[in-house]
């Protein structure tokens, strides 16, 4: 039997193996099966870019196939993997002219996630996107731009969607627009629309934004949309994007409001079709169940990236957390486990960021009490909110730190920032001190750097970390 290391998925995961592989073990035949024509591409970079912070859509590429190439890795775009046989140790894959069969010696699934839009009548008329997708960043962002000032270079690459993106060029832009969900995606979505003055309409069914960050981040940001002129639909579930062919309006628990354009931005599910008819098993979250080395329940078969599970350093549970360095950092194990040196692709503690005007939000760990309790944990939570520089120094502003500890042991659970003034990078300190299962009295007296210009004497995490390690024998 051949014995290629075969991949399903050429992104962060996928690409991140085989070209670890590759330089562990230049000999081995490395096979990238990819569906669409896009390959290792900064999806997190695709609202910067449709804002115009980013010039062209070329900038996103990380690795384009001629460098894949250069690599010896034999990368396969327009080759959709339809069946996985692990008794055979085979994929079925179908081009548009084309099926065949393809046997493995190891087998990575790294076929990522795909945006939700179902449960949302009218999603599929035209001016209403998804932003997941180069081809849907390039058509919005020559949607957005009046015809005449379209520059060609940055919305024009050989692998776009070329018909879709002319299309929405030769249309006079929006001036409105109903983004659906108030997640990651939306928020940074909102920024991205304002910058192109269009009359911003946010839709979230819940009565705050960025609900895993929780209430103290969610009030915030609901604060600094605002003061952007965002409308905010809280508590407002939106059932119909209307219109005659084209987006002409939405259908919400608050009635009609006409807008031009649609974002839908309510959430993400992995794509795990591929395994449904064999016994590749998948966990409670729906994406596939993997081992610390990324191993499925089937022998030489892995999975890695936004369609798997990982262990998450907390709970010590299978958890899914679909983001950008955990699948690069779990493809890179995989593939030099399958080069012959087993390496743990590591926990996650679901650490994350993201930007709302000028309001920097952070979270990590456990912040959900009820999460916490079902691990096992007596959570505490304390909310402060500290200066970010020395009261004295100009641009200090203030910094909101939420903490979770545990009462009986004192450990770190989660935590998240809130801020203007860099609070975003603070939270690696939370993350590095979950991961090492410090308590919070050890976080209390960890030696941060203190300097005006950068912190006060007291880093808002180390208040923090003082108020709830007090609490804990309250």
């Avoid at 939270?427 to 203190?450: H, K, N, S």
Wanted: proline share 5%; net charge negative; aromatic share 6%.
């Amino acid at each position: 039997m051949s014995d290629p290391f075969v991949i399903i998925g050429g992104d962060a995961a996928g690409l991140s193996a085989a070209s670890k592989l590759k330089r562990e073990d230049p000999d081995r035949e490395t096979i990238v099966l990819e569906r669409g024509k896009w390959v290792s591409y900064a999806h997190c970079g695709m609202p910067y870019y449709v804002k115009g912070d980013i010039g062209s859509i070329t900038k996103l590429l990380s690795l384009s196939p001629e460098a894949i190439s250069e690599r010896n890795i034999d990368l396969r775009r327009g080759h959709e993997v339809t069946a996985v046989d692990p008794d055979a140790r085979t994929v079925r894959v179908r081009t548009e002219t084309d099926q065949y069969t393809l046997p493995y010696g190891d087998l990575l699934i790294a076929t990522g996630a795909h945006a939700i839009s179902d449960p949302i009548e009218g999603a599929d008329l035209e001016g209403a996107f998804t932003m997941h997708g180069m081809d849907a960043a390039a058509a919005l962002r020559a949607f957005l731009t009046p015809p005449e000032e379209i520059d060609p270079e940055t919305v024009d690459d050989e692998y776009v969607d070329r018909d879709r993106v002319e299309t929405y060029a030769n249309r006079e832009p929006p001036e409105s627009v109903a983004v659906i969900g108030g997640g990651y995606v939306g928020i940074e979505m909102v920024e991205a629309f304002q910058a192109h003055d269009l009359d911003v309409h946010l839709f979230h069914k819940y009565d705050g934004v960025l609900m895993p960050f929780g209430e103290a981040v969610g009030d915030r940001v609901n604060e600094t949309l605002r003061e952007h002129g965002v409308r905010l639909h809280l508590e407002t579930e939106v059932h119909e994007i209307v219109g005659d062919e084209r987006v002409e309006g939405v259908i919400a628990d608050d009635g009609r409001t006409s807008v031009d354009v649609a974002l839908v931005g309510i959430g993400i599910q992995p794509n795990t079709e591929i395994v449904e008819e064999t016994d590749i098993e998948c966990g409670d979250s729906g994406a596939i169940a993997t081992d610390e080395f990324g191993r499925t329940n089937r022998e030489h078969v892995y999975a890695a990236g936004d369609c798997a599970e990982m262990r998450h350093a907390v709970t010590g549970e299978p958890a899914w957390v679909p983001l950008g360095l955990t699948a690069n950092r779990a493809g890179r194990a995989i593939g030099q486990t399958v080069a012959g040196d087993p390496t743990p692709v590591g926990d996650i503690v679901g650490t994350a960021a993201v930007k709302a005007f000028e309001m920097e939000c952070a979270r990590t760990g456990t912040i959900d009490l009820e999460r916490a309790r079902d691990a096992g944990f007596d959570p505490v939570r304390e909310t402060v909110t500290a200066s970010s520089r020395s009261g004295y120094y100009p641009g200090a502003a203030e910094t909101t730190v939420t903490l979770v500890a545990d009462r009986g042991t004192g450990r770190l659970l989660g935590g998240t920032i809130v801020g203007s003034d860099r609070a975003a990078i603070r939270i690696d300190t939370l993350a590095t001190a979950i991961e090492g299962g410090m308590t919070v009295g050890e976080m209390e007296r960890l030696d941060l750097a203190y300097a005006p210009p950068f912190s006060p004497v007291w880093d808002p995490v180390l208040v923090a970390a003082k108020v709830l390690n007090g609490s804990l024998d309250d």
